[in-house]
């Protein structure tokens, strides 16, 4: 499975912007799937997940209220809704694919990591 994600970009404190995230299988509509971020000299941390039917989401703590998950099975494609974006939420973004219908915020539970999208947000 290849994924490519897109959307990134600089945009000014308050801005929003939408990822997404497109599958080259569409065999990923049985599983669940992931934004992760990683911020120069950070770890890589889960930002949202989503169930395989989008029943259930996750988000973090740091983007609860601001950021929102989403799916289409139609198009193989995940979509990460930021509003409200803080210099902080600076980092180069990750959809990943789980091995499973779920998700989880341990990185060795996804098999499929797309390339990054690099988000910059300045003050």
Known sequence: ???QASGGG???AGDSLRLSCAASKRTVSNNGM???RQAPGKERELVAAISWNGSSTF???SVQGRFTISRDNTRSTVYLQMNRLKPEDTAVYYCAVA???WYSG???FYNYWGQGTQ???SS
Do not use: H, K, Y
Request: proline share 0%; glycine share 4%.
């Open 59 to 61: 988000a973090a703590n």
């Open 106 to 108: 341990d990185r060795s």
């Open 10 to 12: 600089l945009v000014q």
């Open 119 to 121: 988000v910059t947000v």
């Open 99 to 101: 091995r499973g219908s």
């Open 1 to 3: 499975v290849q994924l």
């Open 34 to 36: 992931a934004w992760f």
